[in-house]
T-cell receptor, first 114, second 114 residues
């Protein structure tokens, strides 16, 4: 089955630690995204990538970093510089091209600072 | 600044009735508008897409309208069922390039009462 897989589902981070969230897709999509969702708020874009080895900052990139070494993979690192990292993180992918297409989302990673 | 508002945080309706959800936007000229369904603790799932030159789109019990003059989209679920209970998100797509930079509303939580 084609899809997008995020891991882990739950993640706990201590103060001052960096943690990496995994996102893998087998949909052969060029574009991949990371969103953050807080209670009562919409999804906010952290980073996106249109092609391997290239990525762009979204609206709330501070305290986060990404890499795109393979088409299938787009990991997100939450660094210690992110002061309020507790949130639900969603990875998505979509086809690139001239027509708008829907985004396919993973099941999310819930990150909690302990 | 760009703003997307979904009519209310929560909407309760009786089973069998039609649910109508609203998405309003300002300072924005989307080429496409999408609607997603999100269940608790899960990633959003794409439902429908409507283009700026389309007035209405239907899919089974779902209907979406898009009024670029009013800057509003309406999302209808007819003959609603308890299984339709979820949060529904609208997302605007400016078609700025090959990557889809969707901007999401905060969602409306729909509860269909048996």
């Amino acid at each position: 089955d084609g899809g997008i897989t995020q891991s882990p589902k739950y993640l706990f981070r201590k103060e001052g630690q960096n943690v990496t969230l995994s996102c893998e897709q087998n949909l052969n999509h060029d574009a991949m995204y990371w969103y953050r969702q807080d209670p009562g708020q919409g999804l906010r874009l952290i980073y996106y990538s249109q092609i391997v080895n290239d990525f762009q900052k979204g609206d709330i990139a501070e305290g986060y970093s990404v890499s795109r070494e393979k088409k299938e993979s787009f990991p997100l690192t939450v660094t210690s510089a992110q002061k309020n990292p507790t949130a639900f993180y969603l990875c998505a992918s979509s086809r690139a091209g001239g027509l708008s297409t829907e985004a396919f989302f993973g099941q999310g990673t819930r990150l909690t600072v302990v | 600044s760009q703003k997307i508002e979904q009519n209310s945080e929560a909407l309760n309706i009786q089973e069998g009735k039609t649910a109508t959800l609203t998405c309003n936007y300002t300072n924005y000229s989307p080429a496409y508008l999408q609607w997603y369904r999100q269940d608790p603790g899960r990633g959003p799932v794409f439902l429908l897409l409507i283009r700026e030159n389309e007035k209405e789109k239907r899919k089974e019990r779902l209907k979406v309208t898009f009024d670029t003059t009013l800057k509003q989209s309406l999302f209808h679920i007819t003959a609603s069922q308890p299984a339709d209970s979820a949060t529904y998100l609208c997302a605007l797509d400016p078609v700025t390039g090959s990557a889809r930079q969707l901007t999401f509303g905060s969602g409306t939580q729909l509860t269909v009462l048996p």
